[in-house]
T-cell receptor
Framework: SQTIHQWPATLVQPVGSPLSLECTVE??????LYWYRQAAGRGLQLLFYSVGIGQISSEVPQNLSASRPQDRQFILSSKKLLLSDSGFYLC??????????FGPGTRLTVT | EDQVTQSPEALRLQEGESSSLNCSYT??????LFWYRQDPGKGPEFLFTLYSAGEEKEKERLKATLTKKESFLHITAPKPEDSATYLC?????????????FGTGTQLKVEL
């Protein structure tokens, strides 16, 4: 069966510091991968998606970037965090059908 | 642009009091409507996919239905453990990547 991992689970970072969030998927190959951000009381905002290694599509211009160095690894990064980057970050994958399966999420607080 | 609107924003029910959550959508050429359950501090959990008007899916006390303009999530005789935020999403038919557009959710609280 497929599983998706995210780490860290929680993170508190000062403004201006770098960020690296990691997502890995097990039990599948060549998945589509997605990064979402969920602000308090709001819906999911798609940030990036990837259909293959090295292929990244950005949905929202912002202070973040994404990379996919391996088939089942997706990384979300920032060089300098802003207060507005705080939120709940979710990674998701999809395989042959269209439903997406989500990881446990990372709670990021920028102070 | 695809729009997904969920109502109500919040719903409080007594245990056993059945009700429905609504998800209305505007998308040309629906390729799939998805329901998720999200518990506080956790990632959304996939519940159902509906593809065409008239389709219904059931899981325990939940039943999802689909028309050409909206979907309903019916909750029959809910229990406190059904308390969660329920999200719906539609597949974006434009571009690639099988992207989903989500509504902002209905926060359901079931009380004893």
């Amino acid at each position: 069966s497929q599983t998706i991992h995210q780490w860290p689970a929680t993170l508190v970072q000062p403004v201006g510091s770098p960020l690296s969030l990691e997502c890995t998927v097990e039990g599948t190959s060549n998945p589509n991968l997605y990064w979402y951000r969920q602000a308090a009381g709001r819906g999911l905002q798609l940030l990036f998606y990837s259909v293959g290694i090295g292929q990244i599509s950005s949905e929202v211009p912002q202070n973040l970037s994404a990379s996919r160095p391996q088939d089942r690894q997706f990384i979300l990064s920032s060089k300098k965090l802003l207060l507005s980057d705080s939120g709940f970050y979710l990674c998701a994958w999809t395989g042959g059908s269209y439903e997406q399966y989500f990881g446990p999420g990372t709670r990021l607080t920028v102070t | 642009e695809d729009q997904v609107t969920q109502s109500p924003e919040a719903l409080r029910l007594q245990e056993g009091e059945s009700s429905s959550l609504n998800c209305s959508y505007t998308v040309s050429g629906l390729r799939g409507l998805f329901w998720y359950r999200q518990d506080p501090g956790k990632g959304p959990e996939f519940l159902f996919t509906l593809y065409s008007a008239g389709e219904e899916k059931e899981k325990e006390r939940l039943k999802a239905t689909l028309t050409k303009k909206e979907s309903f999530l019916h909750i029959t005789a809910p229990k406190p453990e059904d308390s969660a935020t329920y999200l719906c999403a539609v597949q974006d038919p434009t571009g690639g990547g099988n992207k989903l557009t989500f509504g902002t959710g209905t926060q359901l609280k079931v009380e004893l």
